[in-house]
């Protein structure tokens, strides 16, 4: 039955292609082997589904002032991580580590963030097999 | 994420900031829920609508008619893509000032358009005589629709996934 194998076919084709790509979002976007620690003064949130966005006013070393974009997980993983809303304002000093975008530009995935109280939570999104993530530090399953 | 001095169209602008998009979006359940609703009734849609294109095929439930099948799924498929267009409407405008010029967001949108085509297409041509098809099988132009059924549900539920991973 060729239709029978034409079906079958279109049906594992869909069924790999999916879970191939997903939570792979950090490497998409992101260079594990470009870490780098932004201090800057905290001017706009984005409280956001699927990603939290906060954007950070840096001054480099020649005293050059930019301002980047520190992406992290969204609202429910932050918050189920003790990070809520209303423990940074605009004008706070951050502290994120994260790791620089391939593309370059001033963005980074923010894998961890020092809020103004001295606590440090997690920033990155759950899953996304970014460096210390739970699901990139688990075993691999065997295909 | 949106850039200082990005020109956003002013539709999409209005969707954008809207309240239940900005609910949605701020939201620590609402957003995850949504795309739950969004999975189960892609399940109910697509899932019955391909039970049906398989039975057209003469892969499954060979002791039922293509009829039979086709009007016992249709209620299912109805609620199904109710449900599908209100929550994945919901998680587009959410995310609508980011997405919109999404590649994937717009394949999957023109491929939706075929489907609905497709669809429109075979119920006002070939299905009007599934009363009347042979039980040794549906005409040919009946499969060939099922087969480009099945070939765009996929796509449009790949291409869906793949918006998140642009």
């Known amino acids: ?143 | 994420m949106i850039q200082a001095g990005e020109a956003i169209p002013p539709f999409i602008s209005v969707i954008y900031n809207s309240p239940l998009a900005t609910h949605v979006r701020e939201s620590e359940i609402t957003f995850p829920l949504l795309q739950t609703f969004h999975v189960l009734g892609i399940l109910l849609m697509v899932g019955s609508i391909a039970i049906v294109d398989l039975r057209i095929l003469g892969v499954v439930l060979k002791e039922r008619t293509a009829a039979e099948v086709g009007k016992s799924l249709l209620p299912v498929t109805w609620v199904g893509f109710i449900v599908m267009f209100l929550s994945g409407g919901s998680l587009f405008a959410a995310q609508s000032g980011k997405i919109y010029d999404n590649i994937f967001l717009q394949v999957k949108l023109g491929l939706l358009l075929f489907a609905a085509l497709n669809v429109v297409i075979f119920h006002a041509t070939t299905y009007r005589s599934i009363a009347s098809w042979p039980v040794e099988g549906a005409p040919r132009s009946a499969k060939a629709a099922a087969v480009l059924s099945l070939v765009v549900w996929a796509a449009v539920v790949v291409t869906g996934r793949y918006i998140a991973y642009y």
């Open chain 1, 1 to 143: 039955m060729k239709l029978r194998a034409l079906v079958l076919g279109l049906a594992l084709t869909a069924s790999v292609a999916a879970p191939a790509s997903a939570h792979h979002s950090f490497a998409a976007m992101y260079d594990a082997n470009r870490p780098i620690r932004l201090v800057g003064r905290l001017t706009s949130v984005e409280w956001t589904n699927p990603h939290s966005y906060f954007h950070l006013e840096v001054r480099d070393a020649q005293g050059r002032v930019t301002t980047w974009a520190c992406e992290g997980a969204g609202p429910g993983a932050l918050s189920r991580r003790g990070f809520s809303r209303s423990d940074i304002s605009v004008g706070d000093t951050l502290v994120v580590d994260g790791y620089l975008a391939k593309s370059g530009g001033r963005i980074i995935d923010a894998r961890r963030i020092t809020l103004p109280d001295g606590r440090s939570v997690s920033g990155g999104t759950p899953g996304d097999g970014g460096p210390g993530d739970a699901a990139a530090r688990a075993p691999r399953p065997q295909a």
